[in-house]
């Protein structure tokens, strides 16, 4: 079936750390979006990359979709980035809907 | 340029209770989305809207969940009656269209809770 895996599914930083969050997919897609999500469920838009790569501040993202994963990279890392990072992607076949994946929690201590 | 709006943000409500979540998305978009967010979980799509016109509502348990976009604005999306399962976060989105090729855009969300 269609999946959407996110590793790793917890990840604590220390305050100015880097990290990466991966997210491998099934098939051939024509939407992905990183998502963040707030403490108060707030779904943040991040970045929508099917393909390419894009950078917004300290965080870049990247999407190989011939290879079916995208990755995303948190530079120089502060408290505030703690939450939940969700990758979400679109299928050809699958009409407009995002299949999310389980996401990472990420702490990030002072 | 206004995000989606939802409301109410928080609801408790009975099991067997009915309850009522409502959508206005952004200025534009055609296609509008409702989806289920069950703690510790990502969202799955509930239904899917393009105007005023179901695309898809495979995933809609449809002998107690029903929702409509009369107009082809806002959305409301009801619950009866309601079950300790429904229990989640009902996010609304919107798109320009709904070929999955455009960003989607959340509201807050509602957090529901029934007891």
């Known amino acids: 079936g269609i999946q959407v895996e996110q590793s790793p599914p917890d990840l604590i930083l220390q305050e100015g750390a880097n990290s990466t969050l991966r997210c491998n997919f099934s098939d051939s897609v024509n939407n992905l979006q990183w998502f963040h999500q707030n403490p108060w469920g707030q779904l943040i838009n991040l970045f929508y990359i099917p393909s390419g790569t894009k950078q917004n501040g300290r965080l870049s993202a990247t999407t190989v979709a011939t290879e079916r994963y995208s990755l995303l990279y948190i530079s120089s890392s502060q408290t505030t980035d703690s939450g939940v990072y969700f990758c979400a992607v679109g299928y050809y076949n699958q009409g407009g809907k995002l299949i999310f994946g389980q996401g990472t929690e990420l702490s990030v201590k002072p | 340029e206004a995000g989606v709006a939802q409301s109410p943000r928080y609801k408790i409500i009975e099991k067997r209770q009915s309850v009522a979540f409502w959508c206005n998305p952004i200025s534009g978009h055609a296609t509008l989305y409702w989806y289920q967010q069950i703690l510790g979980q990502g969202p799955k799509l509930l239904i899917q809207f393009q105007n005023n016109g179901v695309v898809d509502d495979s995933q809609l348990p449809k002998d107690r969940f029903s929702a409509e976009r009369l107009k082809g604005v806002d959305s409301t999306l009801k619950i009866q009656p309601a079950k300790l399962e429904d229990s989640a976060v009902y996010l609304c989105?919107?798109?320009?269209?709904?070929?999955?090729?455009?960003?989607?855009?959340f509201g807050p969300g509602t957090r529901l809770t029934v007891t």
């Open positions: 989105a919107s798109s320009l269209v709904g070929s999955g090729a455009y960003e989607q855009y």
